[in-house]
């Protein structure tokens, strides 16, 4: 996703203007779940190189910095080829994770998504989990703003008679990032991949996904779901192969 203008706004969010391409949309001509996932996590990413910590710069630090728990609401969702405008900014984090907002707009200001999402510190060699009091790369964050989206949290899971196989699906090598791990963005995929052929082209009005457990490079992963036509609700929930559950998502329409 090319980036025209980028930086700080005058809210002290960190603000770039782009376009949906047409490899970024999906067959309903939207942005696909996937690169909403990579939109956000890139920002975030950017957001810290402008503050001089890179990715390498923290790990010489001795932390890395994990995507937890993710929630977005859609007001509606952006359209191939159409201009948006992308803002990230930290909240004041919790006790062990640190909080991040989104918003995506149009150019003329219309809403599209809102986002919050927490992160995990932890040491890249023994990936103990820091505190987020002993991260102090960066001011301490005191901002907390209202949020038109679901909190992040625990999905619940139904019972496991109620659920059937959606998908099943071996991690490759082009899942994976610079890290050498199955990148976050990716689940995006895995979610959509796994929607049943009756809800691929629903409006869905909110999207949370959790991740528990990477699924690396050669696991078979099997997303169980169950669809909830009562509260138009659809949760998936996707194990590796000794039943540990690597990610669960909700998708509400």
């Not at 728990?69 to 992308?86: C, G, T």
């Not at 959606?166 to 990032?177: A, G, H, V």
């Not at 869905?204 to 996904?209: K, N, P, W």
Request: proline share 4%; with cysteine; aromatic share 10%.
């Amino acid at each position: 996703m090319a980036q025209y203008i980028q930086g700080k706004d005058e809210d002290g969010k960190f603000r770039f203007e782009t376009m949906v391409y047409f490899c970024e949309a999906n067959d309903n001509k939207q942005l696909s779940l996937y690169d909403l996932l990579k939109i956000t996590s890139d920002g975030a990413v950017e957001d810290y190189n402008q503050q001089g910590m890179s990715r390498d710069v923290l790990y010489n630090n001795h932390y890395a910095i994990l995507v937890s728990r993710l929630s977005f609401h859609f007001h509606r969702m952006p359209k191939e080829n159409e201009a948006i405008v992308f803002k990230t900014w930290e909240e004041k984090p919790e006790p062990l994770q640190l909080v991040r907002a989104y918003e995506i707009e149009s150019k003329t200001g219309e809403k599209l998504v809102s986002g919050i999402s927490s992160w995990i510190l932890v040491d890249p060699d023994s990936r103990r989990i820091i505190p987020t009091k002993k991260f102090e790369m960066r001011p301490e964050i005191t901002r907390v703003e209202d949020h038109e989206c679901m909190k992040y949290g625990k999905i619940p899971h139904p019972e496991e008679a109620e659920m059937q196989v959606f998908d099943e699906r071996i991690i490759k090598y082009s899942d994976l990032d610079g890290n050498g791990h199955t990148n976050n963005a990716r689940y995006g995929a895995f979610v959509a991949d796994a929607l049943p052929e009756q809800l691929r082209h629903v409006t869905f009005t909110d999207f949370r996904l959790n991740y528990a457990k990477e699924a690396k490079i050669g696991q078979k992963l099997t997303v169980y779901g169950k669809i909830d036509e009562e509260v138009k609700k659809l949760i998936l929930i996707g194990k590796m192969e000794d039943g540990t559950v690597s990610f669960e998502a909700e998708l509400c329409w």
